[in-house]
């Protein structure tokens, strides 16, 4: 399989002790380089950049057509039917903001306690019911079931993988139940969409959200799928969102020109738009093998290090999983390990809790009685010491050095501990290698 460059793939950076080192991308699932087609893409575009809709220049309908093609590519590339819409946002983030804010009030949604934050807060306007944890994948669907069973439902949201353990939901299963309640699904597509082929069509998906600098396009651009409800005001209120403004009243637009206020990110969407066809092109089948093999490698790899817990919150082998490893290793808090991977060994990887604190809080057991003096502590203004853990995760960028390279280095700090010494930033819950100027304050 012929892998498709990125920028900066062999970008140096320097160690402590002066090392300049290659550096090794395993923080993926936060944001992903830029694919070298989406930049030629980019690059190409630029000379004809101009502003969308109304304009009558030359320039302005070359720029208008390219902003409405790339509806198209990204309808294609997860598989909408020809009815869905194709509303291009910031991110999943905002995605998801302006779909609840479209849903009229009152509406009951369905989700579940391990989603990330922007596939929970959102659904606060809302009356919004948390399943806990589940054991297992069925146990999930139980639960949904249950809930589906219990009460009038309008909407269940789920992540499609998550971005702590990669672990893939059932979305065709939970698609299936919604609709037999009358209920709709949307899925938080955001880890699913670099890894995994979706069909919308197929697997009963309603509504999808996904951004682009998870998909080799970081440029700021992302795209809620489907067939938006238009029951109050959008989320962002302004030009291009209407067709009249008198003092007292507004007649809005139809989907999808209604949620995109504002002059769009023109140059977003089309990189948004060229990954979306290269990675047609590349068959996310091919990705999904690629990335797969190195998956594997890494979790054995891991499995063998002194000391070194691997976080799932479903049996491993019971359900398939993206390219993601979320670990700890006895005696290193997170952020002081991932410190020294980076100083000591130029692998980037995160750490935190992954803007999914209960998830996090249910994976670490963190007893209800320390959440609550956290909680306390962080009210009062102070910096308490959060739990947390190191993630590490690939996508098309990531090498099986780069993967080795991780194992060999979490071996030697769990053998022999860091090489050099590490300051501790309280304010920021960070560690600093104490060599003098290797990062500036």
Sequence with gaps: MNLPPMLGADTEVACVGGRMVR???????????????????????????????????????????????????????????????????????????????????????????????????PW???????????????????????????????????????????????????????HRHGAQLFVDAAQLAPHRPIDMARSGIDLLALSGHKLYAPFGSGALVGRVPAAGEPLLAGGGAIRLVTLDDVIWADAPDRYEAGSPNVIGVVALAAACRALTALGMDAVEAHERSLAVRLWTGLSGVPGLEQLTLWPRGTVDRVGVATFNLAGYRDPLLAAILSAEHAIGVRHGCFCAHPLMTHLLAVPEAESRRLHAELRAGRHPQLPGAVRASL?????????????????????????????????????????????AA
């Design 23 to 121: 550096y090794a991308n395993l923080d993926n699932a936060a944001s992903t380089p830029v694919m070298a087609d989406v930049w030629d893409a980019v690059e190409a575009f630029v000379p004809w950049y101009s502003s969308v809709h109304r304009g009558s220049g030359f320039k302005s309908q070359v720029a208008t057509a390219e902003f409405e093609g790339a509806r198209e590519d990204v309808a294609a590339f997860v598989g909408a039917r020809p009815t869905d819409e194709v509303v291009f946002v910031r991110n999943t983030t905002e995605a998801i903001n302006v779909l609840a804010a479209a849903l009229p009030a009152g509406t009951r949604v369905l989700s579940t306690m391990v989603e990330h934050h922007a596939n929970m807060l």
């Design 124 to 178: 606060r306007r809302h009356d919004v019911r948390l399943l806990p944890p589940a054991s297992t994948a069925e146990a999930l669907v139980d639960a949904a079931e249950a809930a589906l069973l219990g009460g009038r439902i309008d909407l269940v949201a789920v992540t499609g993988a998550s971005n702590v353990t990669g672990e893939l939901v059932p979305v065709t299963e939970l698609a299936t139940l919604a």
């Design 395 to 439: 996508g098309l960028g990531t090498t099986a050095d780069d993967v080795d390279r991780l194992v060999r280095a979490l071996h030697e700090i769990a053998r022999h501990g860091p090489r050099s010494e590490y300051v501790h930033v309280p304010e920021r819950d960070e560690y600093r290698p104490a060599e003098a100027g290797r990062f």
